[in-house]
């Protein structure tokens, strides 16, 4: 991500979205999985993501940041820090965060799961583990995930959103420790 990109990342009509085809609002988009990727479904590891179980995962990691992240015990928006983070890549106005982050607890994610079993998929990943040695446990730790390449194709213009958040806060499990992170490569 470009340094200082402002919120309009996530505006529909930016450049990143002007390829989009009129196909009743339909796009094809390209995602490169960077870090490695765990993500569980009905409790079992899924080594090659539908677009529903994607889907499922970023509802679910936008609702948990804001859960934790943006209402305080008195369900009050929590303050948040307007400076750069530590790459001085985005700065974000509390406005904007709080406006993109308290949507997610009016969304209906019925909505969302349902309609995007619909959403087609081309896959070229790979299993990729690496170990991590744990000070506090003593003990080194396997962590592993999918890398690589997925296409979904026929995604309404409606998902964009999720696709781009999702590319900022990371998916699947350890993203803690950086995993889960993807890069759209195209949006067609």
């Known amino acids: 991500m470009p340094k200082n990109k402002s919120f309009d990342y996530f505006d529909y009509n930016d450049k990143a979205c002007s390829n989009t085809n009129n196909n009743k609002d339909l796009f094809s988009v390209n995602l490169k999985f960077i870090t490695p990727t765990r993500i569980m479904f009905n409790e079992k590891l899924v080594s090659e993501p539908e677009f529903h179980i994607y889907v499922r ?36 106005s509390k406005t904007e965060k709080s406006a993109a982050l308290n949507s997610a607890s009016e969304l209906d994610f019925n909505y969302y799961i349902e309609k995007s079993l619909e959403v087609n998929s081309k896959k070229s990943l790979k299993w990729y583990s690496l170990d991590r040695y744990s000070n506090r446990q003593k003990t080194h730790m396997k ?7 997925i296409s979904y194709e026929n995604v309404p213009y409606e998902y964009l959103w999720i696709i781009k958040l999702g ?12 995993h889960g992170k993807y890069s759209i490569v195209s949006i067609i």
Do not use: A
Not at 57 to 68: A, E, K, Q
Not at 143 to 149: A, Y
């Open 167 to 178: 590319e900022l806060i990371h998916i699947g499990k350890n993203t803690t420790f950086g």
């Open 143 to 149: 962590l592993s995930g999918f890398i690589g390449d």
């Open 57 to 92: 995962n970023t509802l679910r990691r936008i609702s948990n940041l804001h859960f934790f992240h943006c209402v305080n015990t008195n369900n009050n928006d929590n303050k948040f820090n307007d400076s750069n983070d530590k790459n001085g890549e985005m700065s974000i």
